[in-house]
C-alpha cells in the first residue's frame, strides 16, 4: 500500500510541475495521502481540501486574535484542538503541533501538558505560540500553493 | 409328652443334675416341642399360667404341681399322665417317652417305636383313665412325632387352644433361660454355667467369660483378637475363626450362631468402611458391646442377653416379668435372631452399596467435570474456527485485490487479456451483488431497508429530473459516458449506441439500473447525499436533452423506468459495440477502470451531498456546460472507443466539480473546462491515469451493501478528508456536523457505522454517544479524535463508544476500522468470478448456478460468522496484522472495544496456521498459487 501511495504522490507532484514540499513544514505521509484521494490528472481533490484548510486556518486565526483579546483560554483552547484536527489531516505538522500547544495552554497547562500554568503564563505563552503557529502556517501556506502551481494564485486571495 | 424333652435331653446325657432340674427341663422342653407343634400361640390365657407355672416349675417339685387342684380342668389332665411319670418314675417316665437310647441305660427298656411308647404309657390310665384313653386311641400307631401331639388329639376342640397354651408356660421359665441356644451346644455352656434359670441373674454368663478368656488368648491374635481401642473385638478371619476356635471354645463351628449369640448379648456389629471398601466383608468382623472392654472383667457382669424387645412385652399385656412373655415370643425371637443377621446382612449390603454409590458419584462428577472442560474447548474451537474463517476471508479479499490489481496493470500493458479482464467480471459482480442483495441482506436482517431504499431512489430519481437540468450540467455528459460504458461492457445488451442520443439513453437505462443499487446505499431521503447519489444517471439527462431535444428525453425517462428494455436498433448496435470493446485491446485498462467507476459513482453523490446547496451555482455550470461545444464533440467522438476511454477520466472530475462548485462555483467551472481541455488531449494515451485510478480502487473493500456511515465532525477539512476515504472505501456517507446534528441523524435513519470526532460545538462526541446509545445500543460508534490518553479512552468506552481511531487516521486506519467493525457486510470477492463468465453472453445457466450458490454459500457463512461473533463478544478483538482488519460485528457491545494493540496481537494468531485448505481452489488457483499468494501477503501484511 505504501508503495501506491508513493507512486500517487510522486505521480501527483509530477503533474504539479515537481515542486516538492519541504518535509519540515508538510508530513508527506499525511499529505501524500491526501493527494491520493484525488484523481490521476489533477489535484482538484486535495486542492480543495487545501483550500479549505486555508480557509479554516485564517478564520481560526482571527478567532484566536479575538479570544486572545478577551483573555478567553477556553476559547483558545478549543479553537487550538479544532485547528490541530484540520492542521494534522492536512498534514501542517508544525500548525499542528503549535495547535496543540494552546491547546493544553488554553487548559492553563504548560505546552506539553504536564504542568500547571497560572492565566498570566498561559496567556503570555499562547500569545507567543500563536505567533509562531501563524508564522509556521504562512509558510505552509506558500509551499502548499507552490505545489499547486501558480495558477491557483487567485484563490490565495482568499486566505488573508 | 416324653416326645418334647427329647431332644435336650438326649443330647445333655452327662446333665443330669438332679430330678428337679431333670424333671424342669423336661417340663419345657415338653412346653416346647408342644409350642412348635401346636401353632399359633393363644394369649389370652397366658397370663395367669405365666405367674404361677414358671414358680411351680422352677422351684417347686412336681407334686406341688400335683397339688394344684384349682389349675384349669385340662392341666390335670394334661399333667396327670406325665405325674406319675414324674414321681413314680422319675426317668422311666421320661426315658420312655424319648427315643433316644442313651438315657434308657438307667431306665426300663424303651420301645422306640411310638407304639411301644404307647403300650409303655397305657399303665398310667389308672392315674387319669378318660383323657389318657382318649389319647391312647387316638394316637396313630405308626406316628414317629412327638407324643406331645397326641394330647391335642385328646383334648375337645374347644380346649385345643388352652391347652397348648399351657405347655409353653410351664416350660417358659427355663425356656426363656435358654433363649438363643436352642439347638446350638453354647445353651448347654450357657445353662451349666448358670445353673439353672437363677444363675444368669447373678455373675458373668459363661459365655461371655469364654469370649474373654479366648480374646485374651493371644496365640489367636491373628484370627480373633481386640481391637486396637480395647472396646471391641474383631474377628479378622472368619473360617478360621469358624474351624478352629468356635469349636474349641464354644464347642460348635457355627459362626452364624456365635454371631447370633453375641447379638443375644447385645454385641453389636462394627462397620468398618474401609475395611467394607478394600476386603471381603464376610472374612473381617468387629463386635463391640459398651461393658465388653479389654482388661475389664469387672464389667463383663453386665454383659447380659438383652430383654424381650417392647413389642413382645406389649403382647404379654400385664405380664410384668421380663423372661418369657409367651410362647408367640419364641417365634418371634427366633425371627429376631434370623432378622438380626438378615439385618447385619443388609447392613452390610447397604453398606457396600453406599460405597459403591460413593464411587459412582465420584466418578460422575469427575465426568461431569471432564464434560464440562470438552465443551469449553469446543466452544474455544468454535471461536478459533470464526476467527480462522474471518482471516480467511479477508485473506481472499486481499488475495482478489492483488490479482486485480496484477490483471488490471498487465491489461493495460498487454492488450490480448481484455475477455480475462478481472474487472469486467467484477462489475458483473457488482450487478449480481445487486440481484443477489437479497440474499445477503435477508441474512443481516437489512431486506426491508434496502427495499425502502430502493423506492426511495427511485423517487428522488423521479423528483430528481428537474434538478437534473442544473446539476447535470456539472460535466454530468462526461459521467454518464463513463458510467454507462462501463456497465454496456458489462452487461451485454448495453453497450454504446451509434447515436448519440441513443447512446444517452442508454446510458440513462444503465444509470437507472445502477441508481437504484447506489440509492440502497444511501441512508435515507433526508440526506442531501441521497439525491445527489442520482447525479450520474441524472447528468445524462441533460446531455440528452441538450443534444436530443425533449424527444431524447422522453425516451430517457422511458428507458429509466424500464432499464431493461432495449430497441433492437440499440441492442444491435449494442452489440456491435461490445464487439468492439471486445476486440479493442485499449479498452482493457479501461474497462478495469469500469470497475472503479461503478464505485466511483456510488461515491461521486455523497460527495455531492457533502457540500450543502450546490444547487444554485450548479445551474449555472450545467449551463454554461451544456453549450460548451467540446462536451457535444465529446459526445459524438464517444460512440466510437476513444471516448470511451475518456469518459473515465471525465468522471473524477466531475466529482471533483461538484464538490467545488459549493465553495468556489465561478472559478470551478473555468477550472472544469479547463480540465476538459486538458482530458481530451489526454485521452488517447491515458494508462496511466487509469492505473491510478485502478490503484485506489484496490482499497475497496468488497460490501455486499455499502455501508451507511455516519460521519461526525464539525471540522470541514477533516469531514471532507474522512468522507473522501469512506466515499474510496464504498461507503454511503452521510455528515453531521456536531452532536446535536448526530442523535438527530441516529434518531431519523440507520446507520452501519458512525465515526464520531470528540469535541465539537453544541454537544461533544462522547455526550452525543451517551445519547444515542439510549435508543441505539447496537451501532458501532468509533470515535475519532487527537484526545486518545487512558483516561480519555476510558471516558469514550464508558460512554458507549466502541473503538477509537486516532486523530489524524491514515487511510489504512479508516479502512482497517471499517473492516473490523463492518464485516458482515464484506462478500467474499468470490464474486469477481462471476462476471468472467458471465461478461460475454452467451452465458451458460451452469456456471451461473455454481456462482450463485457460491454466493448464497458466502453469504450464510458470514452471516454465521456474525452471529456467533456477536455471541462472543468478548472483547477478544481480532485484527490481523496486515493491515486486513477482520472486526467482530459484535461491535455491538460496549464492552468489546478493545484497545488496538490488543487486537493486532490477536489477529496474528491465525495467520501462523500453515495448515489452511485452500478456499480458493474453487476459483482456479492452484495449491502453489495459493501458498504463494499467503507468503507474499505474509509479507506484506509484517513489513
Redesign the interface.
Known amino acids: ?1 505504501s508503495a ?1 501511495e508513493v ?2 504522490s510522486s ?1 501527483a507532484s509530477d503533474e504539479a510541475g515537481g515542486s516538492m514540499l519541504p518535509p519540515e513544514i508538510i508530513d508527506m ?2 499529505f501524500g ?2 493527494l ?2 484525488d ?4 489535484h ?2 486535495s486542492k ?2 487545501v ?3 486555508f480557509d ?1 486556518a485564517n478564520t481560526t486565526f482571527d478567532k484566536m486574535d479575538q479570544a486572545l483579546k478577551d483573555e478567553d483560554l477556553a476559547e483558545l483552547s ?1 479553537l487550538g ?2 485547528l ?3 492542521s ?4 501542517v505538522i508544525r500548525v ?1 503541533d503549535g495547535c ?1 500547544a494552546m491547546q493544553h495552554l488554553g487548559k492553563l497547562h504548560d505546552e506539553a501538558g504536564v504542568m500547571d500554568i497560572t492565566k498570566e503564563e498561559a496567556l503570555e505563552k499562547v500569545q507567543k505560540t500563536l505567533k509562531d503557529v501563524k508564522t509556521n502556517y504562512s509558510k505552509a501556506e506558500v509551499a502548499l500553493r507552490q505545489f499547486y502551481g501558480g495558477g491557483d494564485g ?2 490565495g486571495g482568499d486566505e488573508k | 409328652m416324653s416326645g418334647r424333652q427329647s431332644q435336650p435331653w438326649s443330647q445333655q446325657p452327662p446333665n443330669g443334675a438332679g430330678g428337679s432340674t431333670s424333671t424342669h427341663n423336661n417340663t419345657w422342653q415338653a412346653g416346647n416341642g408342644a409350642w412348635t407343634s401346636s401353632g399359633p400361640p393363644r394369649q389370652p390365657q397366658q397370663p395367669q399360667q405365666q405367674q404361677q407355672q414358671p414358680q411351680a416349675n422352677q422351684f417347686a417339685p412336681n407334686p406341688v404341681q400335683q397339688q394344684r387342684p384349682p389349675q384349669p380342668m385340662y392341666a390335670p389332665q394334661h399333667q396327670q399322665p406325665r405325674d406319675p411319670v414324674a414321681t413314680g418314675f422319675p426317668q422311666q417316665g421320661f426315658g420312655a417317652s424319648q427315643h433316644e437310647r442313651q438315657l434308657s441305660g438307667h431306665q426300663q427298656p424303651v420301645p422306640q417305636q411310638q407304639q411301644q411308647l404307647n403300650n409303655q404309657f397305657a399303665p398310667p390310665p389308672a392315674f387319669a383313665p378318660g383323657t389318657f384313653r382318649e389319647w391312647h386311641g387316638h394316637a396313630p400307631p405308626s406316628v414317629l412325632t412327638p407324643t406331645y401331639e397326641q394330647p391335642q388329639f385328646s383334648f375337645p376342640p374347644g380346649m385345643q387352644g388352652q391347652f397348648t397354651s399351657q405347655h409353653p408356660n410351664q416350660m417358659r421359665g427355663g425356656h426363656s433361660q435358654n433363649d438363643g441356644y436352642s439347638g446350638m451346644k453354647g445353651e448347654d455352656d450357657d445353662k451349666g454355667a448358670g445353673g439353672g434359670p437363677g444363675g444368669q441373674k447373678q455373675g458373668t454368663s459363661d459365655f461371655v467369660k469364654k469370649l474373654f478368656t479366648m480374646l485374651d488368648d493371644l496365640s489367636y491374635s491373628s484370627i480373633v483378637s481386640w481391637s486396637h481401642t480395647g472396646d471391641s473385638f474383631v474377628v479378622r478371619n472368619m473360617n478360621d475363626f469358624t474351624k478352629h476356635i468356635l469349636p474349641r471354645h464354644f464347642r460348635h463351628s457355627n459362626f452364624a450362631s456365635f454371631v447370633r449369640q453375641l447379638n443375644k448379648y447385645d454385641f453389636h456389629k462394627v462397620k468398618n468402611p474401609e475395611e467394607q471398601a478394600t476386603q471381603s466383608v464376610d472374612q473381617v468382623w468387629e463386635f463391640k458391646h459398651p461393658d465388653f472392654i479389654r482388661g475389664r472383667e469387672d464389667l463383663l457382669e453386665n454383659v447380659r442377653r438383652k430383654l424381650p424387645s417392647g413389642k413382645k412385652k406389649g403382647g404379654a399385656g400385664g405380664g410384668g416379668d421380663d423372661r418369657d412373655l409367651s410362647p408367640t415370643m419364641l417365634n418371634p425371637a427366633e425371627a429376631a435372631e434370623r432378622g438380626a443377621e438378615e439385618y447385619q446382612q443388609l447392613k452390610d449390603q447397604i453398606a457396600t452399596l453406599t460405597a459403591a454409590q460413593d464411587q459412582m458419584s465420584g466418578h460422575i462428577s469427575n465426568l461431569t467435570k471432564q464434560y464440562q472442560g470438552v465443551i469449553g474447548e469446543m466452544l474455544t474451537f468454535q471461536r478459533n474456527m470464526v476467527q480462522q474463517d474471518q482471516l480467511m476471508q479477508n485473506l481472499i479479499q486481499y488475495l482478489m485485490n492483488l490479482e486485480n490489481d496484477r490483471k488490471v496493470e498487465a491489461s493495460s500493458v498487454a492488450s490480448g487479456a481484455l475477455a480475462d479482464g478481472p474487472f469486467v467480471p467484477a462489475q458483473e459482480a457488482q450487478k449480481l451483488i445487486g440481484n443477489y442483495q437479497d440474499v445477503a441482506e435477508a441474512t443481516f436482517g437489512q431486506m426491508s431497508q434496502i427495499s425502502q431504499r430502493v423506492a426511495q431512489s427511485s423517487n428522488d430519481e423521479a423528483t430528481r429530473g428537474n434538478d437534473s437540468y442544473s446539476k447535470g450540467g456539472n460535466g454530468g455528459g462526461h459521467d454518464s459516458y463513463s458510467t454507462p460504458s462501463g456497465q454496456s461492457t458489462v452487461a451485454s445488451p448495453t453497450s454504446q449506441a451509434s447515436r448519440v442520443s441513443r447512446h444517452s439513453s442508454i446510458r440513462q437505462s444503465m444509470a437507472g439500473n445502477l441508481s437504484p443499487k447506489s440509492m440502497a446505499t444511501v441512508p435515507s431521503p433526508a440526506t442531501v447525499p441521497s439525491q445527489s447519489a442520482l447525479t450520474p444517471a441524472v447528468s445524462e439527462r441533460p446531455q440528452g436533452i441538450l443534444r436530443n431535444n425533449s424527444d431524447g428525453k422522453s425516451d430517457e425517462m422511458s428507458m429509466f423506468l424500464h432499464p431493461p428494455h432495449l430497441d433492437d436498433d440499440e441492442s444491435n448496435t449494442l452489440f456491435n459495440t461490445a464487439a468492439n470493446i471486445v476486440d479493442n485491446p485499449s479498452l482493457a485498462g479501461f474497462e478495469g477502470a469500469g470497475l472503479r467507476v461503478f464505485t466511483v459513482g456510488t461515491l461521486q453523490p455523497r460527495e455531492g451531498s457533502s457540500a450543502d446547496g450546490a444547487g444554485g451555482s450548479s445551474l449555472n455550470a450545467a449551463l454554461g456546460r451544456a453549450t460548451s461545444e467540446g462536451n457535444g464533440e465529446k459526445q459524438d467522438y464517444g460512440i466510437s472507443v476513444p471516448p470511451l476511454e475518456d469518459l473515465p477520466a471525465d468522471m473524477p472530475k466531475v466529482d471533483q466539480r461538484t464538490t467545488s462548485t459549493t465553495t468556489t462555483p465561478a472559478p470551478d467551472d473555468d477550472g472544469d473546462e479547463d480540465a476538459d481541455g486538458r482530458r481530451r488531449s489526454l485521452t488517447p494515451s491515458d494508462p496511466g491515469s487509469n492505473m491510478l485510478r485502478v490503484r485506489r480502487s484496490t482499497y475497496v473493500p468488497g460490501w455486499a451493501v455499502p455501508p451507511r456511515v455516519l460521519l461526525v465532525d464539525d471540522d470541514a477539512v477533516c469531514r471532507k478528508l474522512s468522507s473522501k476515504f469512506l466515499q474510496v472505501f464504498g461507503c454511503a456517507i452521510d455528515v453531521a456536523v456536531d452532536g446535536v446534528n448526530a442523535v438527530n441523524k441516529m434518531t431519523m435513519s440507520d446507520y452501519d457505522l458512525v465515526l464520531c470526532d470528540i469535541v465539537m460545538p453544541n454537544l461533544d462526541g462522547v455526550t452525543a454517544t451517551s445519547l444515542i446509545r439510549q435508543f441505539d445500543p447496537r451501532t458501532p460508534i468509533i470515535s475519532m479524535t487527537s484526545n486518545t490518553s487512558p483516561d480519555d479512552l476510558l471516558t469514550y468506552m464508558s460512554s458507549g463508544m466502541n473503538d477509537v481511531l486516532p486523530k489524524p487516521f491514515t487511510k489504512e486506519g479508516l479502512l482497517n476500522m471499517l473492516e473490523k467493525h463492518l464485516i458482515h457486510l464484506k462478500t467474499v470477492q468470490k464474486m469477481d468470478q462471476i462476471p468472467k463468465q458471465l461478461g460475454l453472453p452467451p452465458v451458460s445457466k451452469e456456471t451461473l448456478e455454481g456462482v450463485l450458490q457460491a454466493t448464497a454459500a458466502s453469504a450464510a457463512a458470514l452471516g454465521t460468522s456474525g452471529a456467533s461473533g456477536s455471541g462472543s463478544g468478548s472483547g477478544a478483538g481480532k485484527g490481523n496484522g496486515n493491515g486486513e482488519s477482520s472486526g467482530w460485528p459484535s461491535s455491538s457491545s460496549p464492552g468489546s472495544g478493545k484497545a488496538l494493540p490488543a487486537a493486532a496481537m490477536m489477529g496474528n494468531g491465525p495467520n501462523d496456521n500453515p495448515n489452511v485448505v485452500n478456499p480458493l481452489a474453487a476459483m482456479g488457483f492452484s495449491d502453489e498459487e495459493y501458498i504463494s499468494m499467503i507468503q507474499s501477503l505474509l509479507a506484506a501484511g509484517t513489513v
Open positions: 500500500m501506491k507512486d500517487v505521480g505521509d499525511t495521502q491526501l491520493e484521494m484523481d490521476e490528472d489533477d482538484e481533490f480543495e481540501i483550500w479549505n484548510f479554516q478549543t484542538h479544532f490541530k484536527g484540520s494534522a489531516a492536512v498534514g499542528r496543540e487567485e484563490e
